[in-house]
């Protein structure tokens, strides 16, 4: 089992910034591809972000490329978001989500094993 909790979220005007983390615990958390998803009000989950094991290869949803960064502390058991120039768009609860084995695609939410509860981002406009 792994315990994902995830944290730094809140409320910023358009073209601010926040940094989430995700704080693992349980089995070795380097084992693990880690993942950032996001749900808006009314729509599906969608993918934002993920990193691989040691963390040598980043993966990013289109829209977020540019101004969303992921990284990993394997020693500290987390991995970030850092989410810059936010829109409105950019409102929903994020989660973070861990996968032993990628087999599809890392975008596939069906991939990842065990999820945080989720941080509220609201971006003002």
């Known amino acids: 089992q792994v315990q994902l909790v995830e944290s730094g979220g809140g409320l910023v005007q358009a073209g601010g910034s926040l940094r989430l983390s995700c704080a693992a615990s349980?089995?070795?958390?380097?084992?693990?591809?880690m993942g950032w998803f996001r749900q808006a009000p009314g729509k599906e989950r969608e993918f934002v972000a993920a990193?691989?094991?040691?963390?040598?290869?980043?993966f990013y949803e289109d829209s977020v490329k540019g101004r969303f960064t992921i990284s990993r502390d394997n020693a500290k058991m987390t991995v970030y978001l850092q989410m810059n120039s936010l829109k409105p768009e950019d409102t929903a609860v994020y989660y973070c989500?861990?996968?032993?084995?990628?087999?599809?695609?890392?975008?596939?939410?069906?991939?990842?094993?065990?999820w945080g509860q989720g941080t509220q981002v609201t971006v003002s406009s």
């Open positions: 990193i691989s094991r040691i963390g040598g290869l980043t």
């Open positions: 349980g089995r070795t958390f380097s084992n693990y591809y």
């Open positions: 989500a861990a996968a032993n084995t990628i087999t599809v695609a890392v975008a596939t939410s069906s991939q990842y094993d065990y």
